[in-house]
C-alpha cells in the first residue's frame, strides 16, 4: 500500500509565502511524475503545477512566476513553494504521483494525499 502525506498548509497573509510537502511511503520500486492541485470552494479541482523524473516542471498560468515545484528522490518527497501568494490561491491543495510497484513491470498507479487546507487573508 502506498500513502501520501502532506504538510505545510496554513493561514497567510496576501504576499507572503507557503511551502507544502507531500511524502510517499509504502512499498514500491519508483515514483515517475509528481504532481499538485488544487480545489477552492465550488470550483472544480485543477492543476498546479508539475514535475516529471527528469526534472521537468510545468505550471498553471495562473500560478507562473510564484510557485515552484521540486522533489527530493531520495526522501520520496515533491515540495510546492508559494511566494506572492494572493487571496485567489486559497484552496485545498492535493498532491498526486505516478508511482510504479514493481521492478518487473512498467505499470504504474496514481495515488493521492489527503489535502491540506491552504488560506490566504488578511
Known amino acids: 500500500q502506498v500513502q501520501l502525506v502532506e504538510s505545510g498548509g496554513g493561514l497567510v497573509q496576501p504576499g507572503g509565502s507557503l511551502r507544502l510537502s507531500c511524502a510517499a511511503s509504502?512499498?514500491?520500486?519508483?515514483?515517475?511524475?509528481m504532481g499538485w492541485h488544487r480545489q477552492a470552494p465550488g470550483k472544480e479541482r485543477e492543476l498546479v503545477a508539475t514535475?516529471?523524473?527528469?526534472?521537468?516542471?510545468s505550471y498553471a498560468d495562473s500560478v507562473k512566476g510564484r510557485f515552484s515545484i521540486s522533489r527530493d528522490n531520495a526522501k520520496h518527497t515533491v515540495y510546492l513553494q508559494m511566494n506572492s501568494l494572493k487571496p485567489e490561491d486559497t484552496a485545498v491543495y492535493y498532491c498526486?504521483?505516478?508511482?510504479?510497484?514493481?521492478?518487473?513491470?512498467?505499470?504504474?498507479?496514481?495515488?493521492w494525499g489527503q489535502g491540506t487546507q491552504v488560506t490566504v487573508s488578511s
Open positions: 509504502g512499498n514500491f520500486f519508483s515514483i515517475n511524475g
Open positions: 498526486n504521483m505516478d508511482v510504479r510497484k514493481w521492478n518487473f513491470s512498467p505499470s504504474s498507479s496514481d495515488y
Open positions: 514535475i516529471t523524473s527528469g526534472g521537468y516542471t
